[in-house]
Nanobody, 128 residues
Framework: QVQLVESGGGLVQAGGSLRLSCAAS????????MGWYRQAPGKQRELVAA???????IYADSAKGRFTISRDNAMNTVYLQMNSLKPEDTAVYYC??????????????????????WGQGTQVSVSS
């Protein structure tokens, strides 16, 4: 099992940028696919972006073109660079250690979250 600690959240104006970090410890970081999720008040937690062990990226439609996920296996850290932020991006952002699988039907990867491997979250607030 891997322990995860998120950081980098804050309050930013619409159009601004933030970079979230998630530091992992306790297991072999490079053996996991990693995902960033978010949960806004009254809404379900949703996948924002994920990255496979080999570096292939997966994005929700809401994140495409604005967010970039990356990982540094030497530092046991996954990042989420968020640009052109919108008020609807306001949420608590969580990272997760899971698995990624390739779907021959769709020709793309999909992310399967680990049920136990979640961080405590970091708040992102975007003002209009």
């Amino acid at each position: 099992q891997v322990q995860l600690v998120e950081s980098g959240g804050g309050l930013v104006q619409a159009g601004g940028s933030l970079r979230l970090s998630c530091a992992a410890s306790g297991s072999i970081f490079s053996g996991y696919a990693m995902g960033w999720y978010r949960q806004a008040p009254g809404k379900q937690r949703e996948l924002v972006a994920a990255i496979t062990r080999g570096g292939t990226t997966i994005y929700a439609d809401s994140a495409k073109g604005r967010f970039t996920i990356s990982r540094d296996n030497a530092m046991n850290t996954v990042y989420l660079q968020m640009n052109s932020l919108k008020p609807e991006d306001t949420a608590v952002y969580y990272c997760n250690a899971g698995l990624a699988r390739f779907s021959p039907n769709s020709g793309s990867y999909y992310y399967m979250p680990g049920s136990a491997d979640w961080g405590q979250g970091t708040q992102v607030s975007v003002s209009s």
